[in-house]
């Protein structure tokens, strides 16, 4: 079982993913992570995206698309694979399934997590300072939700366009919304 899970910044997508990850048995697939340890390691990915992400803006498409697929590759034997944090855009959206297709592997599952804004900058600011995140500054955090709105809210209607967007609502306790995706995944 291969699941997206999607929600702006603050929407809970750590925390439920986590979750997920241990019920169903899946492989993790960040890709913040993945740019966060290349950063910290010092690659030469790491290096090209660094500025990019410490402004709180999204790494090109070409760079994005071209990482996932190696990260993909390293897992094909994976029992199922949770993407977190992609697709941000529509094209990526349409790498995905082209990736997927070309693995022999379906998106079975895309759920987003709604959350009002509002509430998002009051989770945001409670969350605690997690290394080389960059959430703290409200000006980085600005552009992080300014890039949300503006270019991945797009990807919902690329999944809302054949059925395949299931839409949760993101607000209540940890307990609460992962009973919501559970009987949402499981039908
Ligand atoms: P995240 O931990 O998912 O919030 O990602 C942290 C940062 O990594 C984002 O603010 C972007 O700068 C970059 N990033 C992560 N995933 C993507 C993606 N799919 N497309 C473009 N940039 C991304």
Known sequence: MNI???GPPGAGKGTQ???LITLYGLTHLSTG???RRNMTDGTPLGDQVKAIINNGELVPDEITIAMLEEEVRKITAAKGILFDGFPRTTAQAIALDEM???FGKTIDHVTALEVPEKELRKRIALRKTRQNRVDDDEEKLNKRITE???KTLFVLDYYKKDNRL????GLGSIDEVFARLKKTIEG
Request: no cysteine; glycine share 6%.
């Open 4 to 6: 997206v899970l999607f």
């Open 17 to 19: 993913g986590e979750r």
């Open 33 to 35: 992570e993945v740019f």
């Open 100 to 102: 997927m297709t070309h």
């Open 148 to 150: 949300y709105y503006t």
């Open 166 to 169: 299931q839409s949760i609502d």
